[in-house]
C-alpha cells in the first residue's frame, strides 16, 4: 500500500506566479489535510478536506491560497501571485475516516512534503 | 487556546536514554501524537496514546502522559545514531476538527 503522495517535491517559483501542489492520499484514506512550515517552525494546519467538500480551512490565508479534493484526483492546494513569505514546506496528510470516528481511524499518514521556494 | 510547548534541542550520548518532554494546553484531546522528521523529510508517525492511558510502550519507545500536568514524554531507550531527528508532539483537540496542533519540534543529536 503506497503511503501518501506529493508532488512536486521541490517548485520554484517567481513572484507573481501560480504554484499547483498535488497530493493523493494513502489508498482507502477519504480525508486529507494540508500542513505548512516554515523554516526552523513547527507544521501549522491550513485546511481539511473531505472528497468535494471542505470542512474546516481555519488556517488558510484569506487571499491567494484555495484547495479542492475533487472526486476523481488527487487534492490541490493553489497558491496565486506567490510572495517570498510563502517559501515554505507544503505538508499533506491523509486519514481514513475523520475525527470522532473512534479507535486510530482519524491518525494523519504524512506525505514527504513539497519544498516551495519563491524567487 | 491552542499551544503546544517543547524544548528546542536535546543531545545525548549513544546508548544512552533519550527523554523528550512536551506541553499542551487542551485537555478536551483524545489522542496525543509523537512525529519523528529527518532531515529534508516527511513526518513519520512514531505512536500515538489515547488520553485515558497513562503510560504505552513500543519496542524502544515509551510514552509518558500526564493528563492533569498536561505533560507528555517520550523516551526513547538505547538511543542510537539513526535516531537523530526532530520530533514533534501533536494534540488532536476535541473541539477543533480534525486538525492537529504541533509543537515546534525537539532536535535529538545522537553523539557516536
Known amino acids: 500500500n503506497a503511503g501518501v503522495m506529493q508532488n512536486p517535491r521541490h517548485l520554484v517559483r517567481r513572484r507573481g506566479q501560480e504554484a499547483r501542489l498535488r497530493c493523493s492520499p494513502m489508498?482507502?484514506?477519504?480525508?486529507v489535510y494540508w500542513y505548512r512550515q516554515l523554516p526552523e517552525e513547527g507544521l501549522k494546519f491550513m485546511v481539511y478536506?473531505?472528497?468535494?467538500?471542505?470542512?474546516?480551512e481555519s488556517g488558510m490565508p484569506k487571499e491567494r491560497f484555495s484547495a479542492e479534493f475533487p472526486k476523481e484526483g488527487p487534492s490541490i492546494l493553489r497558491i496565486q501571485q506567490v510572495v517570498r513569505g510563502d517559501s515554505a514546506a507544503y505538508f499533506c496528510a491523509s486519514s481514513p475516516l475523520g475525527k470522532g470516528t473512534g479507535g486510530n481511524t482519524d491518525t494523519q499518514y504524512f506525505g514527504p512534503g513539497t519544498r516551495l521556494t519563491v524567487l | 487556546g491552542e499551544d503546544v510547548e517543547q524544548s528546542l534541542f536535546l543531545s545525548v550520548r549513544e546508548g544512552d536514554s533519550s527523554v523528550i518532554n512536551c506541553t499542551y494546553t487542551d485537555s478536551s484531546s483524545t489522542y496525543l501524537y509523537w512525529y519523528k522528521q529527518e532531515p529534508g523529510a516527511g513526518l513519520q508517525l512514531l505512536t500515538y496514546?489515547?488520553?485515558?492511558?497513562d503510560m504505552k510502550q513500543d519496542q524502544r519507545l515509551t510514552v509518558l502522559l500526564n493528563k492533569k500536568d498536561k505533560h507528555l514524554s517520550l523516551r526513547i531507550a538505547d538511543t542510537q545514531t539513526g535516531d537523530s531527528a526532530i520530533y514533534f508532539c501533536a494534540e488532536n483537540p476535541d473541539n477543533q476538527g480534525g486538525k492537529l496542533i504541533f509543537g515546534q519540534g525537539t532536535e535529538l543529536s545522537v553523539k557516536p
Open positions: 478536506l473531505q472528497k468535494e467538500n471542505i470542512i474546516d
Open positions: 489508498k482507502g484514506h477519504s480525508h
Open positions: 496514546i489515547f488520553s485515558n492511558m
